[in-house]
Nanobody, 122 residues
Framework: QVQLVESGGGLVQAGGSLRLSCAASGSFFDINAMAWYRQAPGKQRELVASITSSGSTNYADSVKGRFTISRDNSKNTVYLQMNSLKPEDTAVYYC????????????????WGQGTLVTVSS
């Protein structure tokens, strides 16, 4: 019903930048919230940034001022611009979406992408 495909991960040196993209496709009425999570080796998955359909954003303290989340509602795509990358940003980054499937009943689901690896070298 909802498929998420991430792209943009890779290897970058500390201080560099990457831009992640996540495109949603499938059968749904709307996606009212999208987010990026990450999971570093030996760590639990954590929320990095989120954005609502109205444009409200939220960031983890560790990435504030460096990362920017944005959304193109017409394309059902969310982006994560990552600047001033640090080795501790190394993780698999996952796209998440909260989708409304049926507007009349407000049937909804949470969808996850397959993840894209970001590696920041020192």
């Amino acid at each position: 019903q909802v498929q998420l495909v991430e792209s943009g991960g890779g290897l970058v040196q500390a201080g560099g930048s990457l831009r992640l993209s996540c495109a949603a496709s499938g059968s749904f009425f709307d996606i009212n919230a999208m987010a990026w999570y990450r999971q570093a080796p030996g760590k639990q998955r954590e929320l990095v940034a989120s954005i609502t359909s109205s444009g409200s954003t939220n960031y983890a303290d560790s990435v504030k001022g460096r990362f920017t989340i944005s959304r193109d509602n017409s394309k059902n795509t969310v982006y994560l611009q990552m600047n001033s990358l640090k080795p501790e940003d190394t993780a698999v980054y996952y796209c998440h979406a909260h989708a409304i499937l049926v507007v009349t009943t407000q049937e909804a689901l949470d969808a996850w992408g397959q993840g894209t690896l970001v590696t920041v070298s020192s």
